[in-house]
């Protein structure tokens, strides 16, 4: 799509001024740096959705702020929460299935006009052919026959063979631009629809109810309309541009890898003594020839083995060959210089079976490497075609850093890590698939190798790295998860001294190996068959040339161990190692054994590492650990009250007590924020909210928002004796909705136990109250904001034995500007007032009649593509979206006479309250719940006391002209909003007092 920006995207975005864009499809986030330059400048957001893009999210996130929300999900598990978008750019996955149930989404939750929608792939190849990023997300019966073959070109080559495509092209139900011209001949929506030829296609899908709001658009389409006969011939010119980049895309990997080795070759041409220039260029030229044959020859699997081993041999003899006198004064003359900093490491899994272990491994690689790197995946002729399929997907979603090599035959350790140290040309790690790394691991390993130029190996810490192993008796390292081993390595971190002892022999679990090391050691010696044994062997072998092994006290590595032996069948239950394998170990290291011991006598810097770990790790689980489960991405740009509320208590506590914030991803998935001192590690698991709880538990589980957990997360934490605290930021214990509003869209009170729910099917009010009941009675405390939500909620669950907490909310430190600004209108609607929760259609009609009147009305919050029915009235005006931080300053910088606060049903407390009144601005507003009850304590302006929009209306225009309204001035000027730290204080004097005395007395493994 990147293609069609500056003749396409850029003119629709300067025509529309969309403040909400959503893309589906940002990969390397070249056309999402394009839509974020146009919308950061205009306080605009973007809405990037993408399971898998190829972006450093942290960095962006850094760069962009909050104009950029990334969803890492799929596409039609979170469209319809991407509202209020004017524009919608799609170039995700293209399949029928995929792009019509995305346009069904859009059609289904347009609120006014059907947003402006670019599809990109709508001409050859997959304007009538399906391609499949995961096959397996698509439902059985909208999945075309597929092959991994590749789509045919005139050539007689093809494209795309990394990629699931459908197997025929054309028929129902087959490609993007069928899907398009299905979904239009089913909608009652008048779309127009626009097809622009060349670099793949794009359609343009326009409400032609848009074209009255911006004749530009209908000029603008006129023009990038073509004729049959253009559009083919543009067409045609494609398809030969495809063709043209599929042969080029042949020759340049071949091109690249003559030129490396030539450049390898180069080195050896300028040495000084005849006869090594001769011995040494006869050998790399041998190399070079047999490894370009094998280059050529990977996809060819029956070859694969043959090859391999032929280069390994040629490895061995080169290796011999540098160990000759002549060789051996070069190289004294001619050390290997230190590789580059950009140079990457190759990271070597050997895989065979054992799927769970593995997928863990690699996705935590896959997450936690930032360092340059390539990682290549040795599978030695695995039989789980499960993890066959993962580790295919895996490499063709990640072809620019992941590289699998499958083996026909069972080798062995030995043999597969051989292969990949002799396919690489730099540093390597040899990583067993039964690890998980911690964010930043490679870089702290490398600099490590760097700092250390006689390294010959380097090793992590880790619960099982034999004489080597920390934390050895920590019961959930039995079944851990990558937050906890990131949890575990920051400590490392903190609290080692970064010794870096010497040790006489690695353990083969995470082994550090620089390029230079291998070239005078050499390979794993092939007599040690299956494994174990071979790495204390080469450890020896490169400490008899000087080398130096080290354990890098910096970062912990996880190890199961055993993962891959067991599952192919080499140990057994409760063995260790292999016997074969120890006595090839003595006859040629006699000595190796007895160094062992010595060391173990002799260990005072290992003890010392090893104590000062479980000392901070017994010292950092005293800290209080309270987990908070929300509904909603704690970094979404579209918080509602709660979720604030939740990060302003996390702000506040997370300096005395470790946070962990739950919240949902998708149906299967659990996002995980944790939050220990200044460091944070966000996840996502696939689990139960029990099994997340058994996992993490926390001293306290305080749960804000259950509607996406359900109320069963009280009765799990009560079955594992964790205490639980429950906030009413609504009413969903009463009502599913929530809010309790009915079909008129008007508050309606407690609903009638016996009426059936609207919002589930075949349950009563009362059903749904006793359901809940039963989980409440395991929750220890219930909190309210406000007397009116309290009572609202013991209506109902009066029974309930939990205590009673009313503790308002608090709110961020205000700076305040005294800076005298001119009204720029008399009333402003704050906040999201475009909802019908909000009182949308009240607002509308008081609004009229206000501008009828002359007064003039501005909207903060909203913006006029919200709301058609105000569009062309004089005397309105639009400030548009705005961040919470800046919420206040614009009030004060609009000045408006009065802000105005229309809410339908009985909120718990109200945010836009306080901003109101911190700004120093009296307030209309709604009688109802919590707002009715703050401004009658506060008498900071004047409640509604109709709901007519005439009466309203000539209350309003009474107010604002008597004493009642200059008496709310001065009470505000005197308002001070209650502090977030105060707040924090209330809660953790609640924890503290309430539920952790006495019971907070183990350190929870």
């Not at 509607?707 to 934490?717: I, N, Y």
């Amino acid at each position: 799509m990147y293609a069609f920006w500056d003749n396409v995207l850029a003119p629709l975005l300067m025509i529309l001024q969309p403040s909400v864009v959503v893309e589906i499809g940002c990969e390397t986030g070249k056309c999402t740096r394009k839509l974020l330059e146009y919308l950061a400048p205009r306080n605009g957001v973007l809405h990037a959705i993408d399971p898998a893009p190829i972006l450093n999210i942290a960095q962006w996130r850094q760069e962009w702020g909050s104009a950029f929300v990334l969803h890492p999900q799929r596409s039609l598990d979170v469209l319809a929460n991407s509202t209020n978008a004017q524009m919608v750019c799609i170039d995700g996955d293209h399949n029928w299935y995929t792009v019509f149930h995305e346009l069904k989404i859009l059609e289904r939750t347009c609120s006014t006009c059907f947003p402006l929608v670019v599809l990109h792939d709508t001409s050859w190849p997959y304007a009538r052919r399906d391609m499949y990023y995961n096959p397996a997300q698509i439902p059985p019966e909208y999945v075309q026959p597929f092959t991994y073959e590749g789509i045919p070109i005139d050539s007689g080559h093809t494209i795309n063979k990394h990629l699931a495509n459908a197997a025929q092209e054309g028929g129902a139900r087959n490609g993007v631009l069928t899907a398009i011209e299905d979904f239009l001949q089913q909608t009652t929506l008048p779309i127009h629809h626009t097809i622009l030829p060349g670099f793949h296609g794009l359609s343009i899908l326009v409400d032609e109810r848009l074209f009255a709001l911006y004749p530009a658009l209908r000029r603008f389409l006129q023009e990038r309309t073509y004729t049959p006969v253009q559009a083919d011939y543009i067409a045609r010119i494609d398809r030969e541009r495809i063709q043209a980049s599929s042969l080029a895309s042949l020759v340049a990997p071949l091109e690249q890898s003559q030129k490396h080795l030539l450049e390898q070759t180069r080195r050896y041409t300028l040495v000084v003594r005849k006869e090594v220039h001769a011995l040494i260029a006869q050998m790399r030229q041998a190399y070079a020839n047999r490894h370009l044959a094998l280059v050529t020859a990977l996809h060819q699997d029956r070859l694969v083995d043959k090859l391999t081993d032929q280069l390994v041999t040629l490895q061995q003899e080169l290796f011999t060959l540098k160990r000759t006198r002549s060789v051996r004064w070069f190289q004294r003359r001619n050390h290997d210089p230190v590789p580059p900093e950009n140079q990457p490491v190759d990271i070597l899994i050997p895989i065979h079976n054992a799927y769970e272990e593995v997928v863990q491994c690699i996705e935590s690689v896959l997450n936690n490497t930032q360092s340059p790197h390539r990682i290549i995946l040795l599978d030695d002729a695995s039989t789980d075609t499960k993890l066959l399929r993962y580790l295919h997907n895996i490499a063709r979603q990640y072809d620019d850093r992941v590289l699998l090599i499958r083996s026909q035959r069972n080798g062995g350790f030995v043999r597969t890590a051989n292969k990949g140290m002799a396919l690489s040309d730099h540093d390597v790690v040899l990583l067993n698939s039964d690890t998980i790394v911690p964010p930043g691991w490679l870089y702290r390993l490398r600099k490590t190798a760097r700092e250390c130029l006689d390294v010959g190996s380097i090793i992590p810490l880790s619960n099982a790295s034999s004489i080597y192993s920390v934390l050895t008796d920590v019961p959930w390292l039995n079944h851990p998860h990558p937050e906890h081993v990131a949890q575990i390595d920051a400590l490392v971190q903190h609290s080692t001294e970064s010794l870096r002892p010497e040790i006489p022999t690695a353990v083969g679990f995470c082994m550090y190996i620089p390029r230079r090391a291998l070239k005078r050691v050499g390979l794993f010696d092939l007599r040690f068959g299956m494994g174990y044994g071979e790495e204390n062997d080469w450890c020896m072998r490169a400490a008899s040339q000087g080398f130096v092994q080290y354990l890098d006290d910096t970062v912990f590595v996880y190890h199961k161990g055993g993962a891959s032996m067991g599952a192919a069948g080499i140990l057994q239950n409760g063995q260790i190692t292999v016997e074969a394998n120890e006595k090839l170990l003595r006859k040629k290291q006699p000595e190796f054994h007895a160094i062992i011991r010595q060391y173990r006598k002799n260990n005072h810097t290992l003890t010392r590492i090893q104590q000062t770990v479980a000392n901070a790790y017994l010292h950092r689980k005293r800290r209080r650990h309270i987990a908070f489960v929300i509904h909603q991405h704690p970094n979404s740009n579209h918080f509602g009250g709660s979720t604030y509320h939740v990060m302003d208590l996390v702000r506040s506590l997370r300096t005395s007590i470790d946070c962990t914030i739950l919240y949902p991803v998708s149906a299967t998935s659990i996002g995980v924020l944790q939050i220990v001192n200044d460091h944070e590690h966000q996840t996502t698991v696939s689990q139960s909210y029990a099994d997340l709880l058994r996992c993490l538990n926390p001293d306290v589980l305080h749960v804000h928002q259950p509607a996406h957990s359900g109320f069963s997360v009280f009765s799990a934490a009560a079955s594992l004796g964790i205490p639980s605290v429950y906030t009413l930021h609504d009413y969903l214990s009463i009502d599913p909705h929530f809010r309790m509003i009915g079909p008129g869209g008007l508050f309606v009170g407690l609903p009638n136990r016996d009426d059936p729910c609207p919002t589930k099917p075949g349950w009563t009010y009362g059903k749904w109250q006793y359901a809940v009941r039963g989980h409440l009675l395991h929750a220890d405390a219930i909190i309210a904001p406000s007397q009116y939500a309290m009572k609202m909620f013991d209506r109902v669950f009066e029974d309930l034995p939990a205590k009673r907490y009313v503790i308002e909310h608090g709110y961020p430190p205000v700076v305040l500007s005294h800076k005298e600004h001119a009204h720029q209108c008399d009333v402003c609607f704050f906040g999201a007032s475009m909802g019908a929760h909000k009182g949308k259609s009240l607002i509308v009609s008081v609004t009229k009649e206000l501008c009828s009147k002359g007064l003039t009305v501005g909207f903060l919050g909203a913006n006029a593509k919200e709301c058609p029915a105000l569009c062309g009235i004089k005397n309105v005006q639009w400030f548009g979206r705005y961040n919470r931080e800046r919420a206040v300053k614009l009030l004060q910088e609009i000045h408006p006479k009065a802000v105005a606060l229309f809410p339908m049903w009985p909120e718990t407390y109200s945010y836009t309250l306080t901003e109101a009144w911190s700004a120093g601005i009296p307030v209309i507003a709604s009688d109802m719940g919590a707002i009715g009850e703050r401004m009658r304590a506060v008498r900071g302006g004047m409640l509604l006391t109709s709901m007519k929009p005439l009466e309203i209306c000539g209350q309003i225009m009474r107010w604002l002209d008597s004493p009642s309204y200059d008496d709310a001035k001065k009470q505000i000027a005197t308002y001070t909003p209650r502090s977030a730290a105060v707040m924090a204080s209330q809660y953790m004097q609640l924890y503290e007092q309430e539920l952790l005395a006495g019971a907070f007395v183990n350190l929870k493994g």
